[in-house]
């Protein structure tokens, strides 16, 4: 029986919606790690910053803009949804609809528990500059990660469809159909539930798919720590040197290139051939900065009242190796 409760106190109890892209590897802002770092309360995430309320704010508008184009009634639930069988599986719903010979009764749920509403709409809001990453209208072409989310709801829901509204800058409204998929419901499942299990509940980190996650997880070092290298290692950190000095010889090529173009314009502020423009060289709009040293000489006494500690990450810094047997410029064993 499907359960509607206050998931939102602490979502360290649950998955939700938004956390199963990043655990799909679909998410361009979060990892795995970054989901199992706030799952075992190792990172706690303010859930009150500018982007979470301006993105409360727009869903009302985009949510009254799909009631208006498409005349379904809407509901709206604070209290998340668990899924019946999987109750690490919550969903934190935009909207349910109503309409279509399943007219709004009052009542969210049927007697049997079930889901009274005829399907779902998640609302979103997205840069005109994104509108590449969507398809056709009416399609089920929407950013997987947000595929993947209607997925989730659906499976929960048990409901067959979940509609999109996305509204791109302030002028392009679009609304696109995602059906549920019983093969790929069960594929999701198994890996929510993998990561649930595997790594959530033993507290054991899922691999590192990024640097920043090996930042993350490794945040601090042990002062005087050694460990041994292994020669794959060596081999590769011989080979990132050999790709860094290619990267220096192309930087190089880059500023010769440069300087030549440079030179050819010399005070022109435009460079054209054939009446295109080929290059541009202007002087930007003019900028300032704090200038932090003479600040501290003539006034120290503000200094400590607007200091704050920064945590930096730990650097890595390949050194070159000189041994026998080892090729240290290609990294091959001689």
């Not at 994104?130 to 990660?145: A, H, I, K, S």
């Not at 509204?167 to 499942?189: C, H, M, P, W």
């Amino acid at each position: 029986m499907l359960n509607n409760q206050d998931f939102t106190a602490n979502r360290t109890k649950y998955l939700g919606g938004s956390d199963i892209g990043a655990i799909l590897g679909f998410s361009k802002y979060r990892t795995a790690v970054d989901v199992w770092l706030e799952k075992t309360g190792r990172v706690v995430n303010s859930i009150d910053n500018l982007p979470i309320r301006f993105g409360t704010f727009a869903e009302e508008f985009v949510a009254s803009e799909y009631a208006a184009q498409t005349s379904f009634q809407l509901i709206h639930s604070e209290k998340g949804m668990a899924h019946p069988k999987y109750p690490f599986m919550v969903g934190h719903i935009d909207r349910y609809v109503f309409g279509s010979g399943n007219e709004l009764r009052g009542e969210l749920f049927d007697e049997d528990g079930s889901c009274a509403a005829s399907h779902l709409l998640e609302c979103k809001t997205a840069s005109p500059f994104n509108q590449l990453d969507w398809g056709e209208l009416g399609t089920d072409e929407v950013p997987m990660t947000y595929l993947v989310q209607c997925l989730w709801y659906l499976a929960i829901t048990n409901l067959e469809r979940c509609d999109v509204a996305v509204l791109f800058g302030n002028s392009d409204f679009r609304i696109y159909e995602v059906y549920r998929d019983k093969e790929l419901e069960d594929l999701i499942i198994a890996k929510a539930a993998s990561f649930w299990n595997d790594y959530v509940l033993l507290d054991t980190p899922p691999p590192a798919q990024c640097e920043a996650d090996y930042q993350q997880l490794f945040k601090k070092e042990i002062s005087g720590k050694v460990v041994e290298a292994d020669s794959h290692a060596c081999e590769l950190s011989s080979k990132l040197q050999l790709l860094n000095s290619e990267i220096e010889s192309k930087e190089l090529e880059i500023s010769q290139i440069k300087q030549t173009i440079m030179g050819q314009m010399g005070e022109a502020e435009v460079l054209t051939y054939q009446g295109q423009i080929l290059a541009t060289w202007k002087s930007p709009k003019q900028s300032y900065r704090l200038d932090s040293k003479r600040l501290e000489k003539e006034h120290p006494e503000l200094i400590p009242q607007y200091q704050m500690p920064i945590q930096n990450t730990r650097r890595l810094v390949i050194k070159e190796l000189h041994l026998e047997g080892i090729n240290s410029a290609s990294g091959e064993m001689v």
